[in-house]
């Protein structure tokens, strides 16, 4: 492993699900900030938020005092909107990661076509990388996403890892097969590597493994193992499993 690329890697903690749990029957409670502040304790290097159009978890607000009460960094997940782009010139956040949003999807299904979708988003990496927020494109681990998001001047991606997650046994290895294929040559254009989607304790060992990724974002299991055994120890389970893999 080369200096460049031996480093700790880092975990961003997605609160998302602390919201649906209370937009579930309204009121404040839990609170999705209260919940980071647990995470930055319990060692999380950074809280990642997805800020929907529809606000069906993460609201305004959530995004108002996260910003005022975290030490570490806010990643906010946002889509390629004017309105999501303003929210973030506003705040401030030290990242935003762009992602594909459609209303009827349960969860961010697949990564955004940075190819495809260049013009449209060109003004808006360029706004958010203007005011010194690090722009992350949440693409699928594909040649052609890669060098698409490097010519619109992102400096991050996050290589999608949800059918590698999803896929049985069979098809686990050719899924992983790409995304160590797409991490090494995101790094070898000069792109930071993070990944994420659908991670588990069962199947964050392999991808933590591979050297050019620089940090995993992990959330919906991170909140549903915390119902069982707390979120402290649930963070803590998972960065172990990472620092293990990364040995």
Do not use: W
Not at 94 to 119: F, L, M, S, Y
Not at 137 to 162: C, N, W, Y
């Amino acid at each position: 492993m080369t200096e460049k690329t031996h480093h700790r890697l880092r975990l961003g903690v997605n609160v998302d699900h602390v919201a649906t749990v209370r937009q579930a029957r309204g009121g404040d409670n839990p609170d999705p900030v209260r919940a980071a502040i647990l995470a930055a304790e319990a060692g999380a290097d950074g809280i990642t938020a997805h800020l929907r159009e529809d606000r069906r978890h993460i609201s305004d607000d959530d995004i108002a005092r996260l910003s005022k009460a975290l030490k570490i960094p806010l990643n906010l997940e946002m889509a390629a909107t004017d309105e999501m782009a303003a929210i973030a010139l506003k705040h401030l956040p030290h990242a935003a990661c762009i992602v594909p949003e459609k209303r009827e999807e349960r969860t961010t299904e697949g990564g955004i076509d940075a190819a495809g979708q260049h013009n449209r988003l060109t003004s808006i990496v360029a706004a958010l990388g203007a005011a010194r927020i690090r722009v992350s494109m949440f693409i699928e681990p594909d040649k052609r996403q890669l060098d698409a998001s490097k010519l619109l001047g992102a400096p991050v991606v996050e290589l999608h890892t949800g059918a590698y997650a999803n896929a049985s046994p069979a098809e686990r290895e050719n899924l992983l097969a790409k995304i160590r294929e797409a991490a090494a040559y995101g790094e070898s254009i000069g792109l930071e590597i993070h990944a994420g989607h659908g991670l588990t304790y069962d199947n964050v060992k392999a991808i933590a493994a591979i050297p050019q990724i620089r940090e995993l974002n992990i959330g919906h299991f991170l909140m549903g193992e915390a119902m069982f055994v707390g979120l402290e120890s649930s963070i803590r389970t998972m960065r172990q499993l990472m620092d293990e893999a990364r040995a």
